[in-house]
């Protein structure tokens, strides 16, 4: 089987961190639950697309790792954004939000790659559904579109790309901003109520 231990080692680790990040992001039972069955329904539908290597499996294995990444970042950004002095874990959370949007934006690209065949062209051969460095070329992609940078080796053909590629690089944008922003203004309420 091509690409059989990159394949294994991206499961295990992704599961790890799926497991790993349940545990760090919630605090309460019945999240912890019901985030924890999305979670296990994700590793069992990544290892079935492993062992039966059904392109079914795999539109299934994107769309619910999609759901529990953006759960991930919804957790995060209401610790960051809270009322609340600025601490060293709020900024560290606001860049874990942010690699996590950029996450979610790669699996957004490669469930739409999935979904509508052409959504995408590339300057070489397109990699087929199935081989690992798919997954790495829209790695690739999400940071040239959310840094504005841009070569045009990958290329959004189709308005749902083209659509997403564009919200990308406004949160690549926006993001930092207004993070800044918040942080900021926490950090002056609190250091003047410090002050007084």
Known sequence: MKYFAIKIINILVTSALLLLGLFALTHRRITRKVFGGI????????????????????????????????????????????????TWQRVEGAITAYMLIISAFSLSFLLTFFLIPGAFKFSDKAPKLGDPRLAYNFYYYRIMIITSLGYGDIIAAHPVAQTLAAMEALVGQLYPAVLIARLVSLYVVHGQRSDK
């Open 39 to 86: 979670i296990i329904i994700v590793i069992a539908i990544r290892l079935m697309h492993f062992v039966f290597g059904e392109n079914l499996l795999m539109g299934w294995d994107i769309f619910l790792s999609l759901v529990t990444v953006v759960a991930f970042v919804t957790f995060i950004l209401r610790y960051v954004f809270k009322e609340g002095a600025v």
